[in-house]
């Protein structure tokens, strides 16, 4: 969780001294720990984690916080404790040697003991006094001090020297974790939360359909504002973590930078860009219509950019999911190996809801991904009751918002159910929602997906069939047919039929070609000849004319000859120049 | 039994085994440690209360020791002592706690196993 409080404790006032536990989630909720130099009661039922919440506050102030501890135990042995707490990571030996922490077990046995008179407690503030001083210690836990009623019978003793007891433990200025066992109708079995009333938290184990959920609740911090609700808390190999998940907003900063779908088609139908970064995505559809391909796709894109992913796999192994990504050519195993996918398997029904969402919350600040895939979230519906399954996914979409992270989580519609609704209701906050489904037609199943909605960007509102080929989804043009859309072999017998009257038109188109060639050489032939024809008779004419000049010529030669050997005057007169000039 | 109270009553607290052994080795010998807190009044009584005892009922064959976890504090996690005054039954086995001012004789001698029971 961020550092940062979710709850504003800062009005102006000082703000009541806390001790942090350094539990991630408990700090936001009680506003930065347990209040410092007072008694805190910690009261549950058996086994729902009082004792390691109490040990992870000594563990975490001693190596974190620089604040040494004493841990005194009245059930078990500090021997069973290190043992206890080291598969949580914590090594109790060490911190012992290291002075740091004292454990000292305390053991009261009624067999052994027999009462007579008066007594005081006062060997036990002795014990607790010589191991405060030893360390100088600043932390307390007395687990659990009930472990006394049933050892000592005087209870007018016991209840005086516990007053007694948490008084002086103020006094002394520690931080002290009291635990107590849960009673019938009362928050301790033996009433604690009499003397210790400045901060008292609640754990709770429940079993809801065979599944157990621990939940973490503040009964009451005085002096402080604190989360009231009941908060699902964790206890895995690195302690408890508590998550405040109810307290998250609508305060998220939203991104307008576009990641990849991984099927460069379906990009485009999403406004030619894809997802924005930061949104949910929501694939809902019949069984067997490839929503996990499609996810792998998402997932095998965000490796690909070098970006971290996550994948929740609730079905599949991870060995079975890289095998069969395998099949349609998808190679996840060379990311698995170089850590940029993570696949976690579980069952969905092995966990609480909580649990789930806890386990989700911690491997996703830890790995701290880009992409995160959650493959079913119906089956989380089988971890609890459908409400809880809702409430659950809200808050998991939130968290992964506010943390930028795009999600992709993957819904199995039932067969039967109406398609464009969810098991788990949550249409309404998913950001962009692909629809696959069956499409029968001719004696065929096809594949067929559409944009059911996409916030904030234009997107396409056609029904596209998509295959899933070796070498990966392929989504195909919209083939419409008299029917609607035609998928499979119609589309196939439509493409055919389209493929052949192309082919008609197309030898059409050259058979008109050849014909054109055809009659422009006979047109180009024809004035060829007609040229050729206008050539003889130019050839012709000019033939005519000069022998017609020849001919006028010799006639005027004939006839001056005639006129000279005439001596006409006349035609003397009609040619004197020429006769001038040959006289000169 | 006057003067091991006048020890007690007087500061500093040193009573620190005041044995009382018994010459013979042959009857049960009994250890006894009696936890106490420097000196209060309980204190004081707790250790009045086991010498009358003892002297009545264990005359020659017994053996306090008196360990004061103010000084100590170290201790008291050895016999597991969370209440004050503490009469552990070292010897014989097995052992036996007593809590408390040892006011109740014949509870004492039950705790003691000196007595039997009701229970």
Redesign the interface.
């Known amino acids: 969780m961020t550092t940062k409080s979710t709850i504003d404790i800062s009005n102006g006032q000082p703000a009541l001294p806390k001790a942090p536990t350094g539990i991630p989630g408990l700090d936001d909720i009680t506003g930065g720990g347990l209040p410092k130099g007072r008694p805190t009661l910690v009261c549950g039922s058996a086994g729902c984690g009082k004792t390691l919440l109490a040990m992870e506050f000594l563990v975490r102030g001693a190596t974190e916080y620089g604040e040494p501890g004493v841990f005194m135990a009245f059930e078990e042995t500090a021997d069973e404790l290190t043992k206890n707490v080291r598969s949580l990571g914590f090594d109790l030996n060490k911190l012992v040697k290291q002075k740091k922490l004292v454990l ?1 077990f ?4 009624r067999s ?13 503030f ?2 607790l ?2 191991a405060i001083e030893s360390i100088g210690a600043k932390r307390v836990v007395l687990d659990t001090i009930e472990a ?1 009623f049933s ?2 019978q005087n209870e007018g003793i016991l209840r005086a020297e516990l007053r007694r007891l948490f008084r002086w433990l103020k006094d002394k200025g520690v931080s002290a974790v009291i635990t107590g066992e849960r009673g019938e109708g009362s928050l301790t079995r033996r009433g604690l939360e009499e003397y210790v009333s400045d901060c008292v938290i609640l754990l709770d184990h429940r079993v809801t359909d065979q599944v157990s959920t621990r939940r973490l609740r503040i009964v009451k911090y005085r002096g402080t504002t604190h989360g009231t609700n009941e908060y699902p808390f964790l206890i895995d190999e690195d302690g408890l973590s508590v998550l405040p998940v109810t307290s998250l907003g609508l305060l998220h900063t939203v991104s307008s930078e576009r990641i990849s779908s991984g099927v460069p088609r379906l990009d485009a139908m999403l406004g030619g860009e894809g997802f924005y970064r930061g949104s949910t995505v929501l694939v809902s559809g019949t069984a067997g219509t490839g929503k996990t391909s499609l996810a792998a796709h998402f997932a095998n894109a965000a490796c690909q950019r070098g970006e971290h992913c996550l994948y929740f796999a609730f079905e599949e192994s991870p060995g079975q999911l890289i095998r069969n990504m395998q099949s349609i050519g998808l190679d996840l195993s060379r990311w698995v190996k170089n850590n940029l996918l993570q696949i976690h398997s579980s069952r969905a029904m092995f966990d609480g809801l909580e649990m789930h969402l806890a386990m989700i919350h911690k491997q996703v600040q830890e790995s701290k991904p880009d992409v995160v895939v959650l493959d079913p979230i119906g089956a989380l519906i089988q971890a609890g009751t459908l409400r809880d399954a809702n409430s659950m996914i809200i808050r998991l979409i939130d968290f992964l918002k506010v943390n930028g992270i795009t999600a992709m989580l993957i819904d199995l519609t039932s067969a039967g159910e109406a398609l464009e609704r969810t098991d788990v209701n949550i249409s309404s906050i998913v950001d962009t929602w692909l629809l696959v489904r069956d499409l029968e037609l001719a004696g065929e199943r096809n594949r067929a997906m559409y944009v059911l909605k996409s916030r904030g960007m234009r997107h396409s509102n056609q029904l596209r069939e998509f295959l899933i080929t070796d070498r990966g989804i392929d989504l195909l043009d919209v083939y419409v047919g008299p029917e609607g859309v035609l998928t499979g072999s119609s589309r196939v017998s439509l493409e055919a039929r389209e493929r052949a009257t192309a082919l008609a038109a197309l030898q059409d188109a050259e058979r008109k070609d050849r014909e054109r060639i055809r009659k422009r050489e006979a047109l180009e032939a024809k004035i060829i000849a007609l040229r050729k024809e206008f050539e003889i008779e130019d050839t012709e004419s000019v033939l005519i004319a000069s022998q017609e000049l020849t001919r006028q010529q010799r006639l005027e030669k004939d006839r001056s000859a005639m006129a000279v050997s005439r001596q006409a005057d006349q035609l003397a007169v009609s040619i004197p120049p020429r006769r001038k000039q040959s006289s000169r | 039994m006057k003067r091991a109270v006048k020890q007690l009553s007087k500061p500093p607290l040193r009573l620190d085994e005041i044995a009382l052994q018994a010459d013979d080795d042959s009857v049960e010998k009994w250890d006894l440690r009696l936890y106490v807190a420097g000196q209060s009044p309980r204190s004081v009584a707790a250790f009045a209360n086991l010498k009358r005892l003892c002297e009545e009922h264990l005359a020659g064959r017994y053996n306090i020791e008196v360990i004061d976890l103010v000084k100590h504090p170290q201790l008291a996690a050895g016999d597991q002592i969370i209440a004050i005054p503490t009469l552990v039954r070292k010897l014989p086995q097995p052992i036996r706690k007593i809590v408390g001012d040892l006011r109740d004789t014949e509870r004492a001698l039950v705790g003691l196993q000196l007595r039997p029971g009701k229970s």
């Open positions: 000292d305390v053991r009261v046995e052994e003991i027999e009462e007579t008179g008066e007594y005081d407690l006062e060997g036990l002795i014990r006094n010589a006394l050892g000592l």
